[in-house]
């Protein structure tokens, strides 16, 4: 299968480059995975879409404020610097541009020495390992510091940070905030509970994947990173007893859906449990704990739109997509939202 196979036109000026003034008045694409029949409505809609006893997932990751800027302290050259994965005590990996400045050894240092970063390890593809060097508490400090780590396409600045956190936001973790989710509002999700269906939570946080273009021309040999998951003994509980109930497993998002997917290959149930996955989601696969998918528009040959062609069919995603850019939706994360039932 070619990752060209997934490539459509869109015009620029449908990237969204601000978030709606408020999260739920975005509009909502309906597709039906099995018909393509596709529906236009408003995400505020979303609930009549889900039935009592089904259950709706959200990941709780937050996104740190972890692109910061900073010099070299021996040329006073200005690197950028995205913190990705915290891998041990105070070692992160993260994205460095210039990367080619930052050799092992090379310190550099923010907001006046607050901040310092000594690299420890080079990698490729723009990767160093770092040693981050602070008294005090870490977060606090990227709270002065750092910024949003806004997606290349996003070139307007974020006014209210918030507004790229969903209002479930909880674990601290992720480079990017799991987009499908910033749609909802506390009041939308009092509703959907008053409605008795249930809202679930699990963990994972977004990282370095979500930078990475797919670059070979065959989507089997991509390779993608792995990220941390978690799942409580509380959401498996509420999971397993939807699938005997035989109701609906809606997932806000990709990886939501990814989460799921992964422990269930790995047990063949709900549970407990913590670990990483690097799973690649692409026409083929059969789910295994996903019947719905709300999500956003992805962008063109990326492994999110081959995660979404999986669950509803490439040409019914394609064919939705081309729809989506007649009607002037907005596209990527802070754009519109599709629900595929």
Known sequence: MRTEDFDYDLPEKLIAQTPLEK?????????????????????SNII?????GDTL?????????ARLIGEKDDTKAVIEILLLKNIQDNDWECLVKPARRIKKGTTVSFGMGLLKAECIEEREEGIRIFTLLYKGILY???DKLGTMPLPPYIHEKLEDQSRYQTVYAKEVGSAAAPTAG??????LLNQIQDKKINVCFITLHVGLGTFRPVTVSTIQDHKMHSEYYHMSKKTANILEETKRN??????????????????MIKYNQFKECSGFTDIFIYPGYQFKAVDSLITNFHLPKSTLIMLVSALAGKNH???????AVKKQYRFFSFGDAMLIK
């Not at 009549?48 to 009592?52: F, K, S, V």
């Not at 997932?57 to 404020?65: E, G, S």
Request: glycine share 4%; aromatic share 6%.
């Open 48 to 52: 009549d879409y889900l039935e009592e």
């Open 246 to 263: 035989h109701k609906k497993i809606i997932c806000v998002g990709t990886t939501t859906t990814r989460t799921l997917e992964s422990i």
């Open 23 to 43: 999260r739920d008045t975005s509009r909502l694409l309906v597709l039906d995975k099995n018909t393509g029949e596709l529906t236009h409505k408003h995400f």
């Open 140 to 142: 606090e400090i990227l």
């Open 317 to 323: 995603i394609l064919h939705a997509y081309k729809i």
């Open 57 to 65: 997932v959200l990941n709780d990751t937050k996104v740190l404020p």
């Open 182 to 187: 910033l749609h909802f509002t506390g009041e």
